[in-house]
């Protein structure tokens, strides 16, 4: 059974920077695509990012693209998110996730989840 343990939220300023980071307990073949999503209350559980293990394939949803960067370290099974130009819509409880899919990007997709980081951006 994989573990997902994520670090890195805190409150920020907008327009500040935070790194997210997800440890992985293990590396198996079949999880193919790391990703990370948020849920702000009220609101949906929303894809933000996603990458694949070979880091071949990175996507976005659009309300980041420009200012969120993923990237994987293999060799540490930890994968980041990189976020700069933070705004308060960006406030909400990150998630890291893995799946056995190779583009996944929606939550249905990924088999394990981590606990959650809260990121809080004053405005």
């Known amino acids: 059974q994989v573990q997902l343990v994520e670090s890195g939220g805190g409150l920020v300023q907008a327009g500040g920077s935070l790194r997210l980071s997800c440890a992985a307990s293990e590396r198996t073949v079949s999880r193919n695509t790391m990703g990370w999503f948020r849920q702000a209350p009220g609101r949906e559980r929303e894809f933000v990012a996603g990458?694949?293990?070979?880091?071949?394939?990175?996507d976005y949803a659009e309300s980041v693209k420009d200012r969120f960067t993923i990237s994987l370290d293999s060799a540490r099974n930890t994968w980041y998110l990189q976020m700069n130009s933070l705004k308060s819509d960006d406030s909400a409880i990150y998630y890291c996730?893995?799946?056995?899919?190779?583009?996944?990007?929606?939550?249905?997709?990924?088999?394990?989840w981590g606990q959650g980081t809260q990121v809080t951006v004053s405005s």
């Open positions: 996730a893995a799946s056995k899919e190779h583009f996944a990007t929606t939550a249905r997709e990924f088999n394990f």
């Open positions: 990458i694949r293990w070979s880091g071949s394939w990175t």
